[in-house]
């Protein structure tokens, strides 16, 4: 079955940049739609960019100019860089497909960004 696993969060100073990554096991990125969602405390779960199998990339206007979204076809992994982080960029970042996320989710990776 398909396993996620990501990495690279921490803590960063607002206007700061991290690079967070996502294994794939079970499944090839490259015939599935990607995504990175973050969840925030006290919020639901919600998409931050997408990345299609062509290579067609979607950002949330609130992402969008700073988050770039990537994918390593050979190393079946899914990246985002993340420029120009702001305090309500802090949550837990998932990798996941889309639109129909696999049933099961990583642990995440922690972003927090302090002001």
């Known amino acids: 079955q398909v396993q996620l696993v990501e990495s690279g969060g921490g803590l960063v100073q607002a206007g700061g940049s991290l690079r967070i990554s996502c294994a794939v096991s079970?499944?090839?990125?490259?015939?599935?739609?990607m995504g990175w969602y973050r969840q925030a405390p006290g919020k639901q779960r919600e998409l931050v960019a997408s990345i299609t199998g062509g290579g067609s990339r979607y950002y949330a206007d609130s992402v969008k100019g700073r988050f770039i979204i990537g994918r390593d076809n050979d190393k079946n992994t899914v990246s985002m860089l993340m420029n120009s982080l702001k305090p309500e960029d802090t949550a837990v970042y998932y990798c996941?497909?889309?639109?129909?996320?696999?049933?099961?989710w990583g642990q995440g990776t922690q972003v927090a960004v302090s002001s």
């Open positions: 996941n497909r889309r639109p129909t996320p696999w049933g099961i």
């Open positions: 079970g499944s090839s990125v490259r015939f599935n739609h």
